[in-house]
């Protein structure tokens, strides 16, 4: 099994859990990667208010979609 396919469909399953905390977003506490649970740095908040995912996850979804 190629890991391309678990990683894809956590992928997609990260992307609902975006859309379900999008539409029902908690209140202005600290924000966390939806993904991995990380904090989400301020200072990237800043740059992109509406991110629900650390540097590493956003890479890797950005990857997954340019496939
Ligand atoms: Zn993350």
């Known amino acids: 099994m190629p ?7 956590a992928l997609t399953e990260a992307l609902t859990a ?16 939806v993904v991995c649970g ?6 990237r908040r800043e740059t992109m208010p509406t991110a629900r995912h650390c540097v ?5 979804m950005e ?4 496939r």
Do not use: F, H, N, Y
Not at 18 to 33: M, V
Not at 63 to 66: G, I, L, Q, V
């Open 3 to 9: 890991d391309d396919m678990d990683r894809a469909t």
């Open 56 to 60: 590493r996850c956003l890479e890797a």
């Open 18 to 33: 975006d859309a379900i905390q999008a539409a029902r977003p908690r209140g202005e506490g600290s924000p966390t990667c």
């Open 63 to 66: 990857k997954a979609r340019a």
């Open 38 to 43: 990380e904090d989400i740095p301020a200072r």
